[in-house]
């Protein structure tokens, strides 16, 4: 079965940097769209950065965020710089994915990992 894997979280310092890794696993024909949400204590979940044929970042990040994408390794990284107490929440990594082999038939699916906490503090 396909799944996918958050890690890198953690605790970090206001003014620096953390990168988060989401692995896609499992029986994976292709993978479209891959994209990093989060969501903070009491507040909706939000769109912080996807990509697909385009890398989009929502306002909040611009300029402090990025996603490498690695397609050899089925891995989206979230490379986050100038750290600031508001990025602290769960980060969540969300793909759109044909599994391969005896569910190739299912077609794309949107797939979602645990998700990775992080706390931004002095």
């Known amino acids: 079965q396909v799944q996918l894997v958050e890690s890198g979280g953690g605790l970090g310092s206001p003014g620096g940097s953390l990168r988060l890794s989401c692995v896609a696993s499992?029986?994976?024909?292709?993978?479209?769209?891959m994209g990093w949400y989060r969501q903070a204590p009491g507040k909706q979940r939000e769109l912080v950065a996807d990509?697909?044929?385009?890398?989009k970042y929502t306002d909040a990040v611009l300029g402090r965020f990025t996603i490498p994408r690695d397609n050899a390794k089925n891995t989206l990284y979230l490379v986050i710089n100038d750290l600031r107490p508001e990025d602290t929440a769960v980060y969540l990594c969300?793909?759109?994915?044909?599994?391969?082999?005896?569910?190739?038939?299912?077609?794309?699916?949107?797939?979602w990992g645990q998700g990775t906490q992080v706390t931004v503090s002095s």
């Open positions: 969300s793909a759109d994915i044909r599994p391969g082999g005896t569910y190739y038939c299912r077609g794309v699916q949107t797939y």
């Open positions: 499992g029986s994976i024909f292709g993978i479209n769209h």
């Open positions: 990509i697909d044929d385009n890398t």
